[in-house]
């Protein structure tokens, strides 16, 4: 388990709204920018669509370009969803 991210404060996108969020202790809602968008993307995370080396939830642990990585695969599975809903 990598704990780099906690030595310093490090910006990341909200994967779900896209608004530039901190991803550290002070955020609680990490890699969210806030409890409304953490809870509206919890499915996706938590989706079998959605894995990160086999390990569900552990976006906790990702380097920034992991973490990029993931956030824009979320948003496309995201995407997805939506269209295939109308
Ligand atoms: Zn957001």
Redesign the pocket.
Known sequence: MRSVFLRKTMKVK??????E?EYSPANPYRP???E??RTADLGSWASDEYVIHGEPGSAMNLSPEEYEAAAEHTREVAAKKERSRK
């Open positions: 909200c994967p779900v709204c896209g608004k969020t969210f920018c806030s409304v968008c």
